[in-house]
C-alpha cells in the first residue's frame, strides 16, 4: 500500500467487509468506534456460535444413544426441526451481528483518512 487515503480507505473496507465488523476502524487508529462495531458483532457471534454447537450436540447424544440412525435425510430433518425452535435470541444475535457488519462498512466509508 503506499498510503494514500484512497489505498488506506480500501484496506479498511477490506477489512471489515472480509475480516469482521470493526477491524477497519483500526487502520485510521479509531479504535474505540472500532470496538463499538467489534465488541457487540463478537458477542453476537458467540451467541450464535453456542446455540448451533448446542444443537449438534443434541444431534451427536441421539446418533450415539441409536435414536437417530446414520441417515443424511433424517439427520438434516432433526437439524430443521431443531432450527425451527430457535426463537428470539437466535434471530436478534443474528441480526445485531448483521447490523453491526453493515453499519461498519458504512461508518468505514465516510471515515476520513
Known amino acids: 500500500m503506499s498510503g494514500s487515503p ?4 480500501n484496506l479498511a473496507l ?16 479509531r479504535k474505540a468506534r472500532g470496538c463499538l462495531f467489534l465488541v457487540p458483532a463478537l458477542v453476537a457471534l458467540v451467541l450464535v456460535l453456542r446455540q448451533i454447537v448446542a444443537r449438534l450436540d443434541q444431534v451427536m447424544a441421539q ?3 441409536g435414536a437417530l ?7 438434516m430433518e ?11 435470541a437466535m434471530t436478534l444475535a443474528v441480526s445485531v451481528l448483521v447490523a453491526c457488519w453493515i453499519g461498519s462498512l458504512i461508518d468505514t466509508w465516510f471515515l476520513k483518512p
Do not use: E, M, T, Y
Open 6 to 9: 484512497l489505498s488506506k480507505r
Open 14 to 29: 477490506l477489512l471489515s467487509a472480509l475480516v469482521f465488523p470493526g477491524s477497519g476502524h483500526f487502520v485510521f487508529k
Open 63 to 65: 446418533i450415539d444413544s
Open 69 to 75: 440412525p446414520l441417515d443424511v435425510q433424517l439427520i
Open 78 to 88: 432433526k437439524v430443521d426441526a431443531l432450527s425451527a425452535n430457535d426463537g428470539p
